[in-house]
């Protein structure tokens, strides 16, 4: 059992207000989830950048000089935001896979958490109110942003085994369910050249979808496409750069909700996660269908649903 929660803005003057309603939307699924959490957050573009966020047990030792140091390995200027145990690197986006293989020289104890444009995830192990207050979360913005509460039970408790999980630059993915054919698929994914870090069958189901999008599918394709190729039951919440998705399985034994107004697309694992949304009483809510894919873009003008049975 695990709680989840995302939220997608079609108003973008609430974009200051993301961050702190996406904690009390996490928070209050404390109890579907009380070992560890994480929240995803979508903020500003880096521009020609790429945000590297990484995560270390000892960061006072970790991240001093991390940004100089990584620099000087790649021969570019890398800037470093700090904020608790994980810290944001600014380098330039056709470095990121010699910066990850330097960190493992540099920095052997880091751990790359997300990467991308925009994308920023900050997780660690402990009740969600404590995981959101030491990375003051509700004071972050963005355009849109998923979490999740975690229940282990198919991995250890750690820091890499709570969600979301990234695969992909600015793809990210949390999952309340089990995936019965994670460790097969993990192999295959491996040999197709998709890192996965962990032995988290979350993990494999977000390289999935980062596989199939390498392969030219959409969003919404690779989703569908995980109807068919994933065995067991889940409930997918995902994010990229530019959108947001939801996805059940046939039998959808695991709960979920979802509202939209014309300022948000909200989603909770129960209504309850909803309740303090702004206008949530003129909302149309309804419980996402089985095997069925939902998602909605800011790419398009005006913001689309597109629902493929």
Not at 38 to 56: E, F, N, R
Not at 119 to 133: F, Q, S
Not at 206 to 226: D, H, P, V
Request: aromatic letters at 6%; glycine letters at 10%.
């Amino acid at each position: 059992m695990c709680g989840i929660v995302g939220l997608f803005l079609k108003d973008q003057s609430l974009a200051p207000e993301l961050g702190n309603m996406l904690t009390d939307m996490l928070i209050t699924m404390t109890d579907r989830g009380p070992d560890s959490a994480g929240i995803a957050i979508y903020g500003t573009d880096a521009l020609g950048m790429t945000k590297l966020t990484v995560q270390s047990a000892t960061p006072e030792a970790d991240f001093a000089g991390l940004a100089e140091d990584l620099g000087k390995v790649l021969g570019v200027t890398i800037t470093q935001s700090d904020n608790d145990t994980h810290t944001v690197l600014h380098l330039p986006s056709d470095q990121f896979e010699a910066a990850r293989t330097a960190l493992t020289d540099i920095r052997p104890s880091v751990r790359i958490m997300s990467r991308g444009d925009m994308l920023e995830i900050y997780k660690e192990v402990g009740l969600p109110k404590d995981v959101a207050a030491r990375f003051n979360l509700s004071g972050m913005s963005g355009t849109h942003g998923i979490g999740h509460t975690r229940m282990a039970t198919e991995s250890a408790v750690t820091t890499m085994g709570a969600h979301p999980f990234n695969t992909g630059s600015d793809q990210c993915l949390v999952h309340n369910g089990s995936l019965s054919n994670h460790n097969s698929l993990r192999r295959k994914l491996r040999r197709e050249g998709v890192v996965i870090q962990t032995e988290n069958d979350t993990e494999v189901g977000a390289a999935y979808l980062t596989w199939k999008m390498m392969n030219g599918a959409s969003l919404g394709e690779a989703l569908q496409s995980s109807l068919d190729d994933l065995d067991g039951f889940f409930t997918f919440v995902v994010g990229t750069k530019d959108g947001f998705g939801v996805v059940r399985d046939p039998i959808a034994c695991k709960p979920a909700v979802m509202a939209e107004t014309d300022q948000y697309v909200a989603f909770g694992s129960e209504y309850r996660a909803l309740v303090n949304l702004p206008g949530i009483e003129q909302a149309r809510v309804w419980e996402p269908e089985p095997a069925t894919v939902y998602f909605w873009s800011h790419n398009d003008s005006p913001t689309t649903h597109e629902k493929a049975a």
